[in-house]
């Protein structure tokens, strides 16, 4: 199975991923996380990303899709794999379809502006290996610290309050029309985000086990 999960900034992409590997056994590729690992080695792809992710703007078209592309050729995505977070843009919908690649679900998280900003602000991440936790709906059990690696959880750059409405605004222009490109090619299941993050979690699997009907 090939799947994509879209949706805003926040709307839990990164926690559904997870749970869709666990039940298909499938990798994830985020490409933030690609994205901050490679800035944080301080590699020549991390120099072209880091002053567009810290201001809350895509990165360019042709870097994502040349991350997407290396990843996708690797051996433990021969099964299939979750995109989380690509494409972002009509362009990489276009440039996933061009490589060849047959998409079978686009899972399209829908969360309101509002509950949106309200989840980034009490975000944190661990600075060692990018698990998310936040204040209100996920605390870690001991506080600042990651219940993974035991690393220090920080606040992501673009999390600021400032950045989060760009962020929004950038979703809204650039990322929604991706939408209506996986409605028309009838593969989008919409998924309304839940209070509960087990309850989302179940509308999830819900639309995977879904034959052949999306919405839209
Ligand atoms: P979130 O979904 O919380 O915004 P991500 O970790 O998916 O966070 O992405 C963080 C940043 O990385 C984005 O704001 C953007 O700058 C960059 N990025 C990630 N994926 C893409 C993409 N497909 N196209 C362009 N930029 C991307
Ligand atoms: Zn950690």
Known sequence: MKIILLGAPGAGKGTQAEVICKHLNIPTISTGNCLREAVKNGSPLGLRAKADMDSGRLVPDDVVIGVVKDRIAKDDCAKGYIL????????????????????????????????????????????????????????????????????????????????????????????????????????????????QVEDTSALVLKALEAGGISEE
């Open 84 to 195: 989380d977070g690509f494409p972002r843009t009509v362009a990489q919908a276009e440039a996933l379809e061009a490589m060849g690649v047959e998409i079978d679900k686009v899972i399209d998280l829908e969360v309101p502006d509002e509950t949106i900003k309200r989840r980034l602000s009490g975000r944190r991440v661990c600075e060692g290996c990018g698990a998310s936790y936040h204040l209100d709906f996920k605390p870690p059990k001991q506080e600042g610290v990651c219940d993974a690696c035991g690393r220090a959880l920080i606040i992501r750059r673009d999390d600021e309050p400032a950045t989060v409405q760009d962020r929004l605004d950038v979703y809204h222009r650039q990322t929604e029309p991706v939408k209506a490109f996986y409605a028309a090619r009838g593969k989008l299941y919409r998924v309304e985000g839940q209070e």
